[in-house]
C-alpha cells in the first residue's frame, strides 16, 4: 500500500455539461490505495454526475460516458520493481479496448527518466496506448475524467450529426415524394401526405386499387379513379410532365 500522502481537501470545481455517467474502478487497485485518496475520488465523480461502482476487472479504471467506454491503467507509483508486470498488463488491455490510455504519476525528473527508459526497453508502439504523465495523483484522476468525458461528447455530437443527416435525408426524400405525387392532376400536398400515410411508398400507391384508397384515405372518388388511372394507363402518366 501506499504511504499516506497529503492530499488537498478542497472539492474540485464542477466541469460543465458533463451530464451523467458511470466510472467502474477495479476493486484490485482500489485495495492498493490509500483511502484519503478513494474519497477523493469519490467526490470528484460526484461533484461531475458519475456514478462509481467496484467491480473486478482487468483495466484500473472503465469509464462509460455518452455511449462510448474508455479504459485507463492508472499507475499511481513507478519504480523498478513494478515495471514488467505494468507494461505486461498494458500490452494485453490495448488489443482489448478501442479507447485505452495509461495514466502515470512521475513526480521527479529521475521517474520520468526510468519511465522513458523503461517505455522503449519494453518496446512500446507509440500512440499505442496513449501515455499520459502527471505530477501527483489528483492531477492524474482529473485528467482520467476529462479524457472519458471528450470522447462521451465526440460520441454524442456524432450521435446528434448522424439522426440531422438521416433527418436531412428523409426531409428531401418526403419533398421529393409530394413532389412526384402531386404531378398528378387535381392531387394536392395534402393528398400526398394523407397517401404516404395510409398507404407508404409511391410503389404502393401505384399498385393500390381505387377502392383500397377510398377505405384509407379522405380523397375523393374522382381523386381516386385519377391516382389509378394516372399509374396503370401509359397514355395518360406519359403525357403528364412533373412541376
Known amino acids: 500500500m501506499n504511504p499516506a500522502p497529503d492530499y488537498r481537501e478542497s472539492t474540485p470545481s464542477k466541469l460543465s455539461n458533463y451530464g451523467n455517467g458511470v466510472c467502474i474502478m477495479s476493486t484490485t487497485w482500489k485495495d492498493e490505495q490509500h483511502p484519503s485518496f478513494i474519497s477523493f475520488i469519490s467526490s470528484f465523480l460526484y461533484e461531475n454526475s458519475f456514478r462509481l461502482n467496484f467491480v473486478s476487472i482487468a483495466p484500473d479504471f472503465i469509464f462509460n460516458c455518452g455511449g462510448v467506454s474508455i479504459a485507463f491503467v492508472f499507475a499511481t507509483s513507478w519504480d523498478s520493481g513494478r515495471t514488467e508486470s505494468i507494461f505486461s498488463k498494458i500490452q494485453k488491455l490495448k488489443e482489448q479496448f478501442g479507447h485505452f490510455y ?58 446528434i450529426a448522424k439522426l440531422r443527416a438521416e ?41 393500390a386499387s381505387k377502392e383500397h384508397i377510398l377505405e384509407t384515405t379522405d380523397l375523393s372518388t374522382e381523386k381516386a379513379e385519377t391516382i389509378t388511372r394516372f399509374f396503370r394507363d401509359p397514355k395518360y402518366y406519359l403525357g403528364i410532365k412533373l412541376k
Open 167 to 207: 433527418r436531412e435525408k428523409s426531409v428531401q426524400s418526403m419533398d421529393v415524394y409530394v413532389k412526384v405525387v402531386t404531378s398528378i392532376p387535381g392531387i394536392d400536398s395534402h393528398d400526398a401526405i394523407a397517401l404516404n400515410q395510409a398507404i407508404g411508398s409511391i410503389e404502393a400507391i401505384a399498385k
Open 102 to 159: 495509461v495514466v502515470v504519476t512521475l513526480p521527479t525528473k529521475d521517474q520520468n527518466d526510468f519511465f522513458i527508459r523503461s517505455y522503449f526497453k519494453h518496446g512500446m508502439e507509440f500512440g499505442r496506448p496513449t501515455f499520459i504523465p502527471v505530477q501527483d495523483l489528483e492531477m492524474g484522476f482529473e485528467k482520467i475524467v476529462k479524457i472519458a468525458h471528450a470522447r462521451g461528447v465526440c460520441k454524442r455530437h456524432d450521435a
